[in-house]
C-alpha cells in the first residue's frame, strides 16, 4: 500500500481508503517496524500477533455475523441460501449436521445448498436441502438470506490455531451457520449420508463375489484430487496393511496386471458405488435405509486411511 500511494502521507490523506484501513496500516507498520528492532523475541512475536489479529478483526469484526439478511423489498426468492464453492467430499460431510439444524430453525423456507454439481451424488436422498449448482448464473442477492462458506469458517479458525487445533469441522461449519452457545452444545453431530436399499443389495453382492463377509476389510484412498497431497510409497502401505486384513484400494497402486494377496482394488466408480462399499462398521443404521458415517476424527469405528489424514 505504501509503494501504491508513492509515500505514507499520501496514503493518509488518500480518499480511496477507508479510515478503518488507514489505522490498520499506521498499526501494522509501527507494529511490525518495531518487531524488527526488539531483540527480545517473544516482545517481537506478541507484536507481529498484534497485526495478524487486527488484520482479522477488521475482515470479520469480533463476531462476524455469518448471514446476509435482506430487506424485504430487495428480496425475489424466500429461502436461505447456503455457498460453498470448493472442498471435497470430507467438507461436505462435515457440513450435513449443520445443514440439517439449519432446515429445523428455518422450518417456513427451504434452505438452497449451491454447490459444484459434481458432489450433488452426494446429498441424494437428503431432503434437509435444495440443491443448486454454484457455477450456473444466480444471484445470491436474491435471497432472503445468504450464509457464504466459501470464505471458509473452519480455515480460519485452523489458520489461527495450527498446529494446535482443537475444534472439528462439524462443530466450525455450525459457527459459519450462525449456530453458538446451547444451540451449538445441542447439535447432533452426526454427519448424514443416505443410503438406496438398491445399494445395499449392489454392495452385498460386491461382499459376496469376493469373499469379504466376515473379513476384517480396510479402505484405502489412492490418491487425492490433488497430487501435492498425495502420500508416497502408498504401494508399500498397501502391501503391509494386505498382512494383517484385506485392503480395499480405491484407485490403483500396483504395477499393471500385478497382483498381491489380501488387495483388491476398486477403479472407475461414481461417488455412490465407491461409497457404498465401505465396510459396514463403518457405517450405523438410523432407521430405514438411512446411515450416518462415523468420524474416524473422534476415534469411532475404523479409520479410514486416507493420504491426508492417515490416522
Not at 425475489?76 to 449436521?97: K, N, S
Not at 463375489?209 to 508416497?232: I, K, M, N, S
Request: net charge positive; glycine share 8%; hydrophobic share 45%.
Amino acid at each position: 500500500m505504501w509503494r501504491v500511494h508513492r509515500g505514507a502521507l499520501r496514503l493518509l490523506v488518500s480518499r480511496e481508503l477507508s479510515a478503518a484501513d488507514k489505522l490498520l496500516w499506521l498499526m501494522s507498520w509501527a507494529c511490525l517496524g518495531t518487531a524488527r528492532r526488539v531483540r527480545w523475541r517473544p516482545a517481537a512475536r506478541l507484536l507481529e500477533k498484534c497485526v495478524t489479529g487486527s488484520a482479522y478483526v477488521r475482515r470479520y469484526g469480533l463476531r462476524s455475523h455469518a448471514a446476509s439478511p435482506r430487506t424485504s423489498a430487495s428480496v425475489a426468492i424466500e429461502a436461505t441460501l447456503v455457498t460453498r464453492a470448493m472442498g471435497g467430499l470430507g467438507d461436505f460431510l462435515m457440513m450435513t449436521p449443520g445443514l440439517r439444524a439449519l432446515k429445523a430453525r428455518r422450518a417456513n423456507r427451504p434452505v438452497v445448498l449451491a454447490i459444484p454439481g459434481r458432489f450433488f451424488s452426494l446429498f441424494d436422498g437428503n431432503d434437509d436441502v435444495e440443491l443448486a449448482d454454484i457455477d450456473s448464473d444466480f444471484d445470491p442477492g436474491a435471497y432472503s438470506e445468504w450464509f457464504n462458506l466459501t470464505d471458509c469458517p473452519a480455515a480460519r479458525v485452523e489458520s489461527r490455531t495450527a498446529p494446535a487445533v482443537k475444534a472439528n469441522r462439524i462443530e466450525l461449519f455450525a459457527r459459519g451457520l450462525d449456530f453458538a452457545g446451547f444451540r451449538l452444545k445441542a447439535l447432533d453431530r452426526r454427519p448424514r449420508y443416505t443410503v438406496s436399499d438398491a445399494e445395499l443389495k449392489w454392495r452385498d453382492q460386491f461382499f459376496s463375489d469376493h469373499g469379504l463377509h466376515g473379513a476384517f476389510v480396510v479402505g484405502v484412498q489412492a490418491r487425492t484430487d490433488e497430487a501435492y497431497r498425495d502420500v508416497p510409497h502408498m504401494r508399500q502401505i498397501v502391501e503391509a496393511l494386505a498382512q494383517h486384513a484385506v485392503v480395499l484400494v480405491f484407485g490403483s497402486v500396483l504395477p499393471a496386471g500385478a497382483r498381491h494377496l489380501g488387495v483388491i482394488e476398486v477403479q472407475g466408480l461414481a461417488l455412490r458405488p465407491a461409497a457404498v462399499l465401505c465396510p459396514r462398521q463403518w457405517l450405523r443404521r438410523t432407521g430405514g435405509a438411512r446411515f450416518g458415517v462415523l468420524s474416524s476424527r473422534r476415534g469411532l469405528g475404523p479409520a479410514v486411511c486416507r493420504p491426508v489424514w492417515p490416522h
